[in-house]
């Protein structure tokens, strides 16, 4: 009798333990899971000096975009000012005044202006008036080994960010 009652306990200790364990399944869901959250999560990490890069280009084209929407809305000058050295750049007007740091390591490489050339340190300003600035501008950004150049058309108002060193 205690031989019989060692056999189903015996059982019962194996179905048991079976329900205790995971199986292939549950183990392969669970290391998909931890695949397809680490595939989202990683490149964010990695590409954070790109990123911070091109959301600077990004800021400084909508300036551009406004200032001359503004001059040319309200019929009034506004000064686009640029500090090469200083990593800021801003505008003013009659009526207003702003001033931005460069992000995150984000440094200005040089700016073409067709009548001043290619300005690689100091301050630079651009007179934006009813009609925008007189000629087109182009911003090269740099952080580490990733550059952006932001093109600004001075016929249309239009800015374009571009990855890469472009002419």
Known sequence: MKAEANK?????ARFISNKAA????????????????????????????????KSEAKRIANTLRYVYDEA???????????????????FESENESRTFN?????????????????????????????????????????KDDAEFTIKFNHLNGRAKVLKGYVL
């Open 8 to 12: 189903i306990d015996i059982h019962k």
């Open 22 to 53: 995971f199986t292939l399944i549950e183990l392969t869901l669970v290391i998909l899971i931890i695949s397809i959250a680490s595939a989202l999560i990683m490149p964010v990490l990695w590409d954070s000096g790109e990123r911070s890069l």
């Open 72 to 90: 040319a809305g309200k019929k009034m000058d506004y000064v686009l000012k640029i500090d090469i050295d200083g990593d800021t750049w801003g």
């Open 102 to 142: 460069m992000k995150k390591d984000v440094m200005f490489k040089d700016i073409l202006v067709p009548s001043h050339g290619n300005i690689v340190n100091g301050q630079l300003e651009i007179l934006f008036g009813p009609l925008g600035p007189q000629e087109p501008v182009t911003v090269h950004l740099i």
